[in-house]
């Protein structure tokens, strides 16, 4: 960027010394140097706030991790075509129309997830989403004249569509807004960390993680810091109204996963896991009583840990413990 404003600075000064050599043209035309001088100006400004938003085609089956200006145009009937966004975890997706010109009548649609679905897989699950799944769809055939920006409830959102006429096509704008309070979140990168907090609320948060990967969970607090003392029966979370799982699989449902492991007391300290699926997950069930929190990091798994965990087929499904 700042190379960008260079360039524009050099040229801004050719512009300038261009003008003394002119001066007498202006003259004739009745420009003053101060008038040019604030055309330049706002040129220059204009410039660089465009070169600031990104834009670049859109592909039917496409996954974009920026903001930006994307557009679509059909090349020939195009009826199954799939965009997935994703942000950083403390981000939501906002996805605004900029222009559309496509046939609603004739079968046409653009239709914006508030999620991801994957192989009929839907993330955040139904159980993790305030919203029930219908209501996660928003038609732009139905609702689009409002001209209202979609948001997403989380980092990851979705836009499906449908276009039978070659030509016919359209813009949206993609930005990205800081959400301070990430619930369900897909991780972009195989490796991170994470702190997970549910203060006070009835819900549930998923934490995806789409790479086989170890997990150390560094400090897990639920319910009171004195629960720490009491001894209970490790019989499982059972009953317990607030637990953190893991999970493990090789779709994005988290509710269709396998459980790898249930942690229902607090503890500080690491406690690793390798999990070798496609799709792993740290979900935290809330009832709402408590302030629950869970920190942790985790790694991508590399191969020879991968054939290790392969190897060790006591279980026919992914994972083994540490
Ligand atoms: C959270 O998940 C639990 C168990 O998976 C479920 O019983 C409960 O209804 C969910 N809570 C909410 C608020 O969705």
Sequence with gaps: MSVTFRVQIYFFLICLSALKGQSRYLEDNDITQDGMFSILNSEIKRGLSERLLYRRPLRCIDMLTMEGQFTFTA??????????????????ISIEYSSVNIDCNGGDFIKAFDGWIMKGETFPSSLDHPLPIYERYIDYCETGRLRQAVRSSQNVAMLFFRIHTPGSGFTVTIKKISNPFPCNVISQTPEGSFTMIIPHQHRNCSFSIIYPVEIKISELTLGHFNDLQVKKPVTGCGRAGDFVELLGGSGVDPSKMFPVADLCYSFNGPAEMKIGCDNTVVRMVSSGRFVNRVVFEYRLLERPELE??????VEDFCYSTD
């Design 75 to 92: 090349d020939h009937p195009q009826l199954h075509c799939a965009v997935f966004f994703i942000g950083e975890p403390q981000e939501i």
């Design 308 to 313: 290790k965990q392969k190897g060790n087929s």
